[in-house]
């Protein structure tokens, strides 16, 4: 490698780098381009940009590229988004100019997209809270539809109690933890004990009117109130339940959508309350 390239040899350096790249002299205004920019984003685009700085490009489809970020985004005439990660050098001399570099991540990008999408269809599939283990509301519902049926078949009592628990300077995760070990300790082995979407507790409760439904919920509630004095002592905790029954004309939606009616009735009780205090 010379020690100093004359200006022809830069040129033709610059000219014939496979990395796209754009000029911008110490204004931010676009001096020039080479073969490999013009190939990227087309020769009349890449044209357009000469003279111009990101403040005067306005409308210019690709004013992104001449802007900070260090990866940007555009999109061709084709409708295909593109995303490059940006570099840039300073070149010494009379007249200060810097050198932008586009590296194409468009595939990487792609490929993380689909990893995310993918991931996120294996979490809505999984049926499982990944915090207390237990159902989730899909896994949840999958397993009340057969509960459903078999009230409907023998006319036998069913009940459903959504619970929400909570407390006054305790981490939520630690607390959710907590109350589903004793929620499976102190329900029947034939009970169901699942994690809401909205991060409440819902109980499949089979062979429970719905007066028995509401005595446990009471004791559950003061089960809870004990494993606050209990295990945290920076704050008390609460629950409070939504509780419905099961109707003949009920499928597994209506009787959640339900519970979940009674359960935010029981909450602004709870804050009407605590306000009044």
């Not at 207390?132 to 459903?160: F, I, K």
């Not at 004309?249 to 359960?263: G, V």
Request: hydrophobic share 40%; with cysteine; charged share 25%.
């Amino acid at each position: 490698m010379p020690s100093a390239l004359n200006p022809e040899q830069a040129s033709a350096l610059v000219e014939h780098c496979p990395v796209p790249l754009l000029i911008l002299d110490e204004r931010g205004e676009v001096r020039g381009f080479n073969r490999s920019f013009s190939a990227l984003v087309g020769r009349r685009l890449a044209a357009g940009l000469v003279g111009h700085s990101h403040a005067t490009l306005a409308d210019h489809p690709l004013r992104s590229l001449t802007g900070t970020p260090s990866r940007v985004r555009w999109t061709d005439s084709q409708g295909v988004e593109h995303h490059l990660d940006l570099s840039r050098i300073e070149l010494a001399g009379p007249q200060r100019l810097e050198v932008r570099f586009f590296h194409d991540v468009t595939r990487q990008v792609q490929l993380e997209q689909a990893r995310d999408e993918l991931n996120d269809r294996l979490r809505q599939q999984t049926l499982t809270d990944e915090v207390t283990g237990l159902l989730n509301q899909r896994g949840l519902m999958l397993a009340l539809e057969p509960q459903v049926a078999r009230s409907r078949r023998y006319n036998s009592p069913m009940s459903v109690i959504l619970m929400d628990v909570g407390g006054d300077r305790v981490e939520h995760g630690q607390l959710r933890l907590r109350v589903a070990q004793l929620l499976k300790d102190q329900l029947r082995w034939a009970d169901l004990v699942g994690a809401g979407a909205q991060q409440e507790f819902i109980l499949v409760l089979p062979e429970t009117s719905g007066e028995a439904a509401t005595r446990l919920a009471d004791k559950l509630h003061a089960r809870v109130a004990e494993l606050g004095e209990a295990a945290f002592d920076d704050g008390s905790v609460y629950a409070v339940s939504g509780i419905t029954a099961w109707r003949k004309s009920d499928n597994a939606a209506s009787l959640l959508k339900r519970a979940a009616a009674e359960l935010a009735r029981a909450r602004a009780g709870r804050a009407a309350d605590v306000a009044a205090v």
